[in-house]
């Protein structure tokens, strides 16, 4: 599903979003950003991964590429590790390998 941003501010993609089929659960967003950091910057690349971890969507991953004058392409790649939520410590899910909030009876 496309997006567009009614103004243009650095914190706005313009670009797709994914969802799932069954619950309509954001999954990604990608796209460039609706406005540059600044005259060195352009054309900036955002794709931002979610993951649901024990009934709460949380962002996972960032992975942004830019074209900076004089410099050429720059990439960047982060992904977030969550020790808690809510208060609660996350936690390794037994088999399943995703991470879930200590105390909950299921993840």
Known sequence: MSITP???????INGRIFLTAAD???VRVEGQLARTPSFW???VNVVRTYQRISG??????????????LFGSSSLRMT??????????????????????AGRPTC
Do not use: N
């Open 6 to 12: 009614r103004r243009k501010e650095r914190a706005l």
């Open 41 to 43: 910057v352009s054309r």
């Open 24 to 26: 309509g659960e954001l």
């Open 80 to 101: 977030y590790h969550y020790s808690q939520l809510d208060d609660r410590p996350v936690v390794e899910a037994a088999g399943s390998g995703g991470p879930c909030l």
């Open 56 to 69: 709460v969507l949380m962002p996972v991953a960032l992975e942004t590429t830019a074209q900076l004058r």
